[in-house]
T-cell receptor, first 109, second 113 residues
Framework: EDQVTQSPEALRLQEGESSSLNCSYT??????LFWYRQDPGKGPEFLFT???AGEEKEKERLKATLTKKESFLHITAPKPEDSATYLC??????????FGAGTRLAVHP | SQTIHQWPATLVQPVGSPLSLECTVE??????LYWYRQAAGRGLQLLFY??????ISSEVPQNLSASRPQDRQFILSSKKLLLSDSGFYLC????????????FGSGTRLTVV
């Protein structure tokens, strides 16, 4: 069964304090691993898609990496506006997107 | 460009009342469509998905149903709401012919009282 586990559940950082979020996955034949950002009361906003081990993608202070069993979302020198819930998901059969529970990130000035 | 519309944004309904949430996609054809529910502080749980008109697959047994009367329209319904149906409902689409991302609507906050 396809499964996604994210850690930690919540993360509190000081502004400028870099860190990483983890996403471990189990899927029969990876056809895409997705990272989304979700602000309170809003729909998830697409960040990255990764398809193969070793792939990396960057956007501003965010960098996503992928291995055969997990993905990391690295946040470099975060700002308060990076505070959000970050969701990881894998594409399963019938193009279903299977999500982890998310990591709630709070960046304090 | 492709857009997805979801309404209403918020809804407060009494227990036992019916429900109809609508989602429409513009600017594309034959999308795969999905309904997710998110409980407070939790991840997204897939409820229904559809790969074509009139085709609906259910992921979990529940008090809800879905329909796809047109190519770009996806409706989530209930005949009698339960308290446990409260949550944040999200519609999403993707194209099966492409390996691209999924786009989500802005969501409906449903509170059953």
């Amino acid at each position: 069964e396809d499964q996604v586990t994210q850690s930690p559940e919540a993360l509190r950082l000081q502004e400028g304090e870099s860190s990483s979020l983890n996403c471990s996955y189990t899927v029969s034949g990876l056809r895409g691993l997705f990272w989304y950002r979700q602000d309170p009361g809003k729909g998830p906003e697409f960040l990255f898609t990764l398809y193969s081990a070793g792939e990396e993608k960057e956007k501003e202070r965010l960098k996503a990496t992928l291995t055969k069993k997990e993905s990391f979302l690295h946040i470099t020198a975060p700002k308060p506006e990076d505070s959000a819930t970050y969701l990881c998901a894998v594409r399963g059969g019938y193009n279903k997107l299977i999500f982890g529970a998310g990591t709630r990130l709070a960046v304090h000035p | 460009s492709q857009t997805i519309h979801q309404w209403p944004a918020t809804l407060v309904q009494p227990v036992g009342s019916p429900l109809s949430l609508e989602c429409t996609v513009e600017g594309t054809s034959n999308p795969n469509l999905y309904w997710y529910r998110q409980a407070a502080g939790r991840g997204l749980q897939l409820l229904f998905y559809s790969v074509g008109i009139g085709q609906i697959s259910s992921e979990v047994p529940q008090n809800l149903s879905a329909s796809r009367p047109q190519d770009r329209q996806f409706i989530l319904s209930s005949k009698k709401l339960l308290l446990s149906d409260s949550g944040f409902y999200l519609c999403a689409w993707t194209l099966s012919s492409r390996g691209g991302g999924y786009t989500f609507g802005s969501g409906t906050r449903l509170t059953v009282v």
